[in-house]
């Protein structure tokens, strides 16, 4: 079973700050700005390459409660989804990062010529 399973299935503990039948929001062990939180859905989803339009839908109502009860639907956020290696995906669950509670800086994100792919 995945980490992220196993935070569902509450065998791992997380810090959790909105919860429904389909999906699960907690702050990120390693937060990355005043507020990171990781919305997963509770069934297993490798990635968003795998997640289907009506999950999506219900996904997004969720992100923007999760904006809601962390007040920063009006100062903005920042959703993120890392996909594969090349995304930097490190847990094989579905998750999407939420991030705001600050100024967010435009990262830097390859060295990589961008000519060079197609
Ligand atoms: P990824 O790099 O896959 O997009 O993001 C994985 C995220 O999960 C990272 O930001 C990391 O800090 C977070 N994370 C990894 N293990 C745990 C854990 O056990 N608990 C929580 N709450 N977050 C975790
Ligand atoms: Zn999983």
Not at 4 to 21: A, G, H, T, Y
Not at 31 to 39: F, S, Y
Not at 91 to 98: G, R
Request: charged residues 25%; aromatic residues 8%.
């Amino acid at each position: 079973m995945c980490l992220f399973c196993k935070i569902v299935k509450k065998e791992i503990p997380s810090n959790i700050i909105l919860e429904n039948d389909d999906f699960l929001a907690f702050h990120d062990i390693n937060p990355k700005a005043p507020v990171h939180i990781l919305a997963i859905p509770k069934v297993h989803v490798d990635s968003f390459n795998e997640i289907d339009p009506q999950m999506m839908s219900k996904m997004s109502a969720f992100i923007q409660d999760i904006a809601k009860e962390c007040k920063i639907e009006k100062s903005g956020y920042r959703v993120i989804t890392n996909i594969g290696e090349n995304g930097g995906q490190e847990v094989a669950h579905l998750h999407f990062h939420v991030l705001g509670g600050a100024k967010l800086k435009w990262g830097h994100f390859s060295d990589a010529d961008p000519e060079g792919h197609f």
